[in-house]
């Protein structure tokens, strides 16, 4: 049966390729007001290839901001039904001049796509989409499909929680299935089992209320750049631990088991430091690399600005400074929380030389998937099957903050089914993804439909 | 005789502002390419007014950069001969924003001018032009006078030392004046009698070779803008003294009676902090404020930079990050040296996770004017005189680098004769001049030339 269905895939590759590009070709920023129109129009596409796949019915919901596409087939009400949650918006993807080829003009090099959202997410949900085509047109499809795609997942999905809320019973299912996610190698297929969650914050200091000449004021009013500096180097000692009081309360510690399961997912250092051309790397005391993003809870600045930033030289001491500021969280740390834990302690750190104001953006919990789940067992055993090896679980540095919103709302688990590579350069300049992780992917999918159905029996 | 010129003044002080508003309309910005030919403009403006006031020759001399412009009057060489310096070039005026008038469509508003260039330096230099034509035109010119109006102060006057080598002959003063200082307020008349050095770096940390996604990298690869942080933490210790290396090996510590001399100064430290909207200074332990801003050096980060600075929230872990540092010094710092233990200091405490570059801008050297010399005893008295008290000598944190030059390539020694207000906001938005302060400028300076040419005899 995946015979059929693989040689199915491998008759209309290039159409579904051709079809991807059409979608990414469309500069779906959520994250920009000028580009509200293509966000909708990037939904229109999704839907219609919904209802081109053969979908009952296929629709484009209103939200207080972007819509979610929501489609479904039921074939019969017996069977499991899986849930298919992606996003069809994208992240900025400045800076322009990085981009070997334009961000919204999709290239094949070396058996790669090139495009803003390849990866991150469109090449990744659309896999489901050709892999319901596949199913449905040989006959074999095995269990009831729902898609959910929304519009606004890269500025943090603030209107989903409503979606769910309001239409919990359409959107019932056995499971959640997200591909957004991605595998150590080809070689070393892998399931991200826990996800972490994001608090993320923007701080804007204020000192003088003007901008004023450093040599006639220099030394004599703190400089909001210098205060700001020296806050944010405060925010972690020696170790690397950060210092918010209470940051680490919530954290579970991963047992020594646990810790040697995730150490056996293949890691090279030196090559690690060699694709990135760093003489070194640095993080938390006591834990590996790997542990470091992927169990340990972090802090980085995103962004910082203030003074002047322009050409030459200009010795202004300056009224504001600002910055961008994240944390990557683990079970059991609660994003609000620790987002009133960062703000209390940000503001009493400041010198009375300075006025802070702490503006918190988007967050989201963090999530550990069921290993002993059906759900997990299927997709381990549709990797095995597709790729020839038992995929290591892993836990990602990434947040995927509705993950713990499904779990909440809707109380069905998620499995993440992704299939994408690190140096796919989600978020950078150059973003790719593998023809060959999109082709394999719509195999594994509909494998994982397979046995997902024959285990729920 | 004095009386004579002041009726002058009065007369035609309309006029004056009428030719300086036309001189300000012109954005003679040096540190953008995009004005290149304004700042011509402004030269050629400058010239033409120096031919209408009398001069025997005024010329636009080119350099390697932006003109100087020259003119001279040579009434008898038996004379005392005065070189009066000033920059026709301005600030950028960037935030435009922030401007409640456009920076180069001057207006007066409760007696005060303003424009960009306003107070630095058009306002000022242009009185000099002005007293030249009342002393000439009611025929009580005492001095020889010579003008040097450049256009490249803004961006380090560059070029200048390469013509005051190439001009000695031409250049051959026994006094140069500089107007480009402020006076404590118009109650409190004073003379700078110091000017700090400066010494101005551009720093650029490089972490990983691409942006990363902050999830996937974020804990395990070292972030330059935190690191860049904690580097400019370290830079001062919990004294605020600046931690480089050798940085205060060279200063020159004021006696006890010359710490009391410059307390005369009247400063109010509430009203100073309500003027700025501050609840609080901090500043160099064991020093008032004015003598942090007068008489230590100091260190500011005038300008930083990194990641993702525009709207909503992108989680990047960047691979650059940058600032914009200057160091104001005192005697007997050497600008060159304290660069070059800067950039020695920065280098060595980054750590194996980034790689540094640190790319020095123009510096200059601090500079004190001997208080017992005939020229500071003119101005004080033309001072006295014009403003009805004897002027406070101060010590002020701004540098104006080529008196050092002057003294060291000329040997001539400079009085700085400024007339400016701390309140004009020089290098800020909305400078401003005050009308009074232009006006009674040119008495006094027409004063200075009385007495400099009586005290000489």
Not at 95 to 107: G, I, Q
Not at 251 to 266: F, G, M, N, Q, Y
Request: glycine share 8%; net charge negative.
């Amino acid at each position: 049966m995946s015979t059929t269905i693989n040689r199915y895939i491998e008759e209309h590759k290039d159409r579904f390729i051709n079809e991807l590009f059409d979608l990414l070709r469309i500069p779906s920023i959520s994250a920009d007001s000028k580009f509200k129109d293509d966000v909708l129009k990037a939904a229109n596409f999704v839907r219609d290839k919904l209802i081109a796949i053969g979908v009952d019915k296929a629709e484009v919901i209103a939200t207080p901001g972007h819509p979610v596409v929501y489609g479904e087939k039921i074939l019969d009400p017996a069977l499991p039904t899986i849930l298919v949650y992606g996003h069809y918006d994208v992240q900025p993807p400045d800076p322009y001049e990085l981009w070997d080829s334009p961000p919204f003009e999709p290239v094949i090099k070396d058996d790669n796509i090139y495009a803003r959202g390849a990866a991150d997410d469109k090449g990744q949900f659309y896999m489901h989409i050709k892999a319901f085509e596949a199913m449905l047109q040989t006959n074999s499809l095995t269990c009831n499909v729902k898609f959910m795609i929304e519009g606004e997942e890269e500025v943090g999905s603030d209107n989903l929680e409503g979606f769910l809320r309001e239409n919990k019973e359409m959107l019932k299912s056995d499971v959640i299935l997200i591909s957004d996610t991605s595998i150590i190698s080809v070689d070393t297929p892998s399931i991200t089992i826990g996800l972490k969650g994001l608090s993320y914050l923007e701080v804007e200091l204020t000192g003088p209320n003007r901008d004023l000449h450093s040599g006639i004021y220099g030394g004599g009013v703190a400089n909001p750049i210098n205060v700001l500096c020296e806050m944010i180097a405060s925010l972690k000692d020696e170790n690397n631990r950060i210092t918010i009081p209470g940051f680490y309360d919530k954290v579970v510690d991963l047992s020594e088991e646990e810790r040697s399961e995730l150490a056996r997912a293949p890691f090279d250092l030196q090559a690690y430091m060699d694709d990135l051309d760093l003489d070194g790397v640095d993080g938390e005391h006591g834990y590996s690399t790997l542990e470091r993003t992927g169990i340990r809870p972090t802090l980085d600045v995103n962004g910082i600005w203030g003074g002047y930033i322009g050409e030459g030289a200009k010795t202004v001491l300056p009224s504001k400074a600002y910055a961008k500021i994240s944390m990557r969280l683990v079970p059991n740390q609660d994003s609000e929380e620790i987002t009133k834990l960062f703000k209390q302690h940000f503001e009493a750190i400041a010198p009375n030389t300075v006025k802070v104001k702490v503006t918190p953006h988007h967050g989201g919990q963090p999530y550990i998937t069921p290993v002993n789940s059906i759900a997990f067992k299927a997709a381990s055993m549709a990797f095995e099957q597709a790729w020839g090896k038992k995929p290591v679980p892993t836990r990602d540095g990434g947040s995927i903050p509705i993950v713990a919103l499904f779990d909440e709302v809707l109380k069905i688990n998620t499995v993440l089914l992704g299939f994408g590579l690190d140096s796919d350069a989600i978020h950078s300049p150059n973003e790719k993804y593998g023809i060959l992780n999109f082709v394999k992917g719509i195999e594994t999918i509909a494998l994982f439909h397979q046995h997902f159905a024959a285990l729920k029996k």
